[in-house]
C-alpha cells in the first residue's frame, strides 16, 4: 500500500476534485490547512499572506497509487501550479 500525500493550492481544489474522478481515484480525504511556509512563501489564507491550502491524502494499492501519483504531478505541471507539491509514501501497517 502507497499514501498520496498533496499539499495543493486551495485555488485548484475543484479541479483536483475532477481530475481524481477522471483518474479513477477510489476515495480520497480532504483537509484544508490554515497556514503553512515553504519555497513558494507564506500561506495563510489572509490578506497579508494570500493563498489557502488543502492537504488530500490518498491510499491505494502500490501499483494504482503510483499510477495516480504520475498521473496527479503531470496534470499539476501542464496547469502550470507552481504551489501544488504531492508525496508518494509507503503505508507501513494499516488497521
Do not use: N
Not at 486551495?10 to 515553504?38: C, N, Q, W
Amino acid at each position: 500500500m502507497k499514501m498520496i500525500w498533496m499539499v495543493a493550492d486551495a485555488a485548484r481544489l475543484a479541479t483536483i476534485r475532477e481530475d481524481l474522478g477522471e483518474l479513477g481515484a477510489k476515495g480520497y480525504s480532504v483537509f484544508p490547512v490554515s497556514e503553512g511556509s515553504g519555497r513558494t512563501g507564506h500561506h495563510a489564507g489572509d490578506r497579508i499572506h494570500p493563498g489557502g491550502l488543502v492537504a488530500f491524502v490518498i491510499v491505494d494499492e502500490d501499483a494504482s497509487a503510483i499510477e495516480l501519483f504520475d498521473a496527479l504531478v503531470s496534470r499539476r505541471d501542464k496547469a502550470g501550479d507552481p504551489i501544488t507539491r504531492l508525496f508518494l509514501l509507503p503505508v507501513e501497517r494499516e488497521a
